[in-house]
Every structure is written in structure tokens, then in C-alpha cells.
């Protein structure tokens, strides 16, 4: 897990949407979606439950997305 990821996730979270946040991102869809499996297969849960309406945060996510967030404002 990188820093990267982390603000990747979060992002994810905020947009609700991997195309809204690939944008945001300013990176391809397909390497944001991409980077999101590989973060959780490292960290052994899942983050996001997908459907066609978008990424909603599992329990596990939304424990995830707040020490993420907690790190990357200590880092800005």
C-alpha cells in the first residue's frame, strides 16, 4: 500500500463513481480501477461494493477511508 492508493481510495469514496474520480484524478479509468484491486488484495478486504450505479464503502471500506484520511491530512 502506497500513499497513491490511499488518496486513490479516498477519492473513490468522495466521487462515489470510478469515471467521476478517474477525472478528477486526471488518470485513465481502467489504471484507477486497477490500483484499487491491488490495494484491496494487499490489504485483504474489500473497500468497495460496485454495481452500475457507482462504488458504495463496505464496513471495512469506511474504517479504511478514515484512517486514510487521517494519514493524508497528516502528510499535507
Known amino acids: 500500500m502506497n500513499i497513491l492508493q490511499m488518496k ?3 477519492e473513490v469514496a468522495r466521487a ?6 478517474a477525472q478528477t484524478l486526471l488518470i485513465a479509468q481502467p489504471n484507477l480501477s486497477r490500483s484499487i484491486k491491488e490495494l484491496e ?3 485483504g478486504i474489500t473497500i ?3 454495481s452500475s450505479k457507482g462504488m ?3 464496513l471495512e471500506g469506511e474504517e479504511f477511508i478514515g484512517y486514510a484520511q487521517n494519514i493524508l ?3 499535507k
Open 56 to 58: 458504495k464503502l463496505t
Open 41 to 43: 488484495g494487499e490489504l
Open 8 to 10: 486513490y481510495a479516498v
Open 48 to 50: 468497495f461494493d460496485r
Open 16 to 21: 462515489g463513481s470510478l469515471n467521476k474520480a
Open 73 to 75: 491530512r497528516q502528510i
